[in-house]
């Protein structure tokens, strides 16, 4: 036994909330990328719009900011090094 408890049964509405939220998110994450991208910012102002989104998706999803961060924060990583030669 693991001590983990009895699972939970998600209903429908929390399932479709849940994937509303992922696919705003996703969004919000992409236009960001591409804003970042194709803008002429300095790097400050790119680390803003990071911080922002990582705001925005704190409140979308209570409690995951490790999700965040191994899903999102290396894409935006990669992509301010790339655009600012900080690699």
């Known amino acids: 036994m ?4 009895p699972i ?3 209903t429908e509405a929390e399932i479709k ?3 509303k939220r992922i696919r ?13 991208a194709q803008s002429p910012m ?5 680390h803003r719009i990071v911080q922002a989104v990582r705001q925005q ?7 995951k900011e ?3 961060e191994l899903l ?12 600012f030669n900080l690699l």
Do not use: Q
């Not at 998706?57 to 409690?63: D, E, N, S, Y």
């Not at 290396?74 to 992509?79: C, I, V, Y």
């Open 42 to 46: 300095p790097l400050d102002e790119a």
């Open 66 to 68: 490790e999700t965040f």
């Open 72 to 83: 999102y924060t290396p894409r935006f990583r990669r992509l301010i090094a790339e655009k």
């Open 8 to 10: 939970r049964k998600y």
């Open 24 to 36: 705003h998110l996703r969004r919000l994450v992409d236009f960001s990328l591409a804003l970042i």
């Open 2 to 5: 693991d001590g983990s408890g």
């Open 57 to 63: 998706a704190m409140k979308l999803f209570p409690g």
């Open 17 to 19: 909330e849940e994937n």
